[in-house]
């Protein structure tokens, strides 16, 4: 269903939630809606995560139910699965449909139904069940379009008001912040191709962030990626002062550094990284000196990302957030007052998989443990202000790398994009 992924995984997913559930509960999930640029003009579908993590099936209009049956912390489970029926006039215009056959045959649903009939489909599952869960406020758009015209889509919310439905993102985060190796496999597959597309784009001087950005699209796809994984950010010069700088329209200046945050997805799996390198080809010495302070502080960070370090996201971030402090000490930074949180304004890391920032709302206080998928990424942006030390004013570096948390060493999912100094500008010799 998912190249890299089993039938078998997907089922073993809704058993383990099923097991997580109330006895007699039900969750429901509903796919991403067609989401559209203007009138008939529509955007890249991306489905929703915790839809595509339970169920593999990658096409809009359909919602999923997993109905928990059997004993408490039985996984025991049914699954129905409601899907656009085939439509032969429909599918002329916009390609083929999976159908309800094969919600069943290649999906594994127990039962199916044409999600045009959500409502009626619906009403008895959610009246039978003691409990419901569901992330109903991020989903509303996508039920609502089945009972447009009359009182359904008003009933429908009443029904789930009064089984006082709950939440569900944080079964799914629990499950899904841990990474089975097939995951895992997939990870390592992006972090390769989009490793390989960074260093190659070292290789060439560019004139414009836009020609360097569409030069890392290609790269990414042709090498095996499905698409890109976010919104690139290619800032030359002062752009990387800005975090988000997503324009990436400007030109690209000698003497000036390129900082470019990208990654592609494959079978739905993301990597993030983040390389800085100068658009010359030759880092100038002041580059070079923040940028080894950086990346000394990104090493001993990564090295801490293991089961055995018995140590949080958090702390990592305390701990990266002093290395930087004193190496900027030793470069002549004044660090007194607010200096850390104009020079790195950002987390150290994040959670990553099937989203950018995987399991929303999960927290990076515990441990991390063997299984989790991890950004490291410092970086240092010196606003052009008297305050800073003159030869570093205006110069953003960041760099970031996507890691698998192991038991007694990390796995770095991005090692194939260059960082060290001599390698990058070996790639211009």
């Excluded at 447009?148 to 709950?166: I, P, R, V, W, Y």
């Excluded at 990076?364 to 299984?371: E, F, I, S, Y």
Aim: hydrophobic residues 35%.
């Amino acid at each position: 269903m998912t190249p890299g992924i089993t039938a078998l995984e997907y089922h073993k997913r809704r058993s383990k939630l099923a097991a997580s559930l109330p006895n007699n509960s039900i969750a429901i999930l509903a796919a991403s809606d067609t989401k559209y640029r203007s009138g008939a003009v529509f955007y890249e579908f991306h489905q929703d995560s915790n839809f595509f993590y339970l169920t593999g099936f990658n096409e809009p209009e359909a919602t999923a139910v997993i109905q928990k049956v059997g004993q408490s912390g039985s996984g025991d489970y049914i699954f129905h699965l409601f899907v656009r029926p085939k439509d032969v006039k429909a599918e002329s215009w916009d390609g083929a449909r999976s159908g309800t056959q094969a919600a069943l045959d290649v999906f594994n649903a127990d039962h199916t139904g044409d999600i045009s009939k959500l409502s009626s489909l619906l009403s008895p599952i959610i009246a039978g069940a003691s409990e419901v869960f569901t992330d109903f406020s991020d989903t509303r758009s996508s039920f609502s379009k089945f009972f447009t015209g009359d009182s359904s889509h008003h009933e429908f919310q009443k029904m789930l008001q009064d089984s006082k439905a709950k939440p569900l993102r944080p079964f799914l985060n629990e499950l899904r912040v841990f990474k089975s190796e097939a995951e895992v496999a997939l990870m390592l597959s992006a972090g390769r191709i989009s490793g390989r597309a960074l260093t190659n784009a070292m290789c060439t001087k560019w004139k414009t962030e836009k020609e360097l950005n569409a030069f890392l699209d290609y790269q990414f796809k042709i090498g095996g990626c499905d698409t890109t994984a976010y919104i690139p950010v290619i800032a030359g010069g002062k752009h990387a002062l800005k975090i988000h700088y997503v324009r990436n329209d400007d030109v690209l200046h000698d003497g000036d550094m390129v900082l470019v945050d990208a990654g592609g997805e494959v079978g739905g799996y993301i990597t993030d990284i983040t390389r800085t390198w100068p658009v010359s080809g030759k880092f100038s010495n002041a580059q070079k000196e923040l940028y080894n302070t950086i990346l000394d502080v990104q090493r001993s960070s990564i090295s801490l990302c293991r089961q055995s370090a018995n140590i949080s996201l958090d702390k990592i971030h305390k701990i990266t957030e002093q290395g930087l402090l004193e190496g900027l000490k030793q470069l002549g930074f004044d660090m007194s007052g607010n200096a850390m949180d104009i020079l790195f304004p950002h987390h150290v890391g994040h959670y990553i998989g099937l989203d950018v920032h995987d399991c929303p709302g999960y927290p990076r206080t515990g441990p991390l443990k063997a299984g989790q998928c991890v950004t490291v990424e410092p970086g240092i942006y010196v606003p052009n202000e008297d305050r800073w030390p003159k030869h570093f004013r205006g110069l953003g570096i960041r760099i970031e790398d996507s890691i698998c948390v192991r038991d007694d060493s990390p796995l770095v999912l991005t090692a194939e994009a260059a960082k060290k100094i001599e390698d990058i500008e070996a790639l211009r010799d």
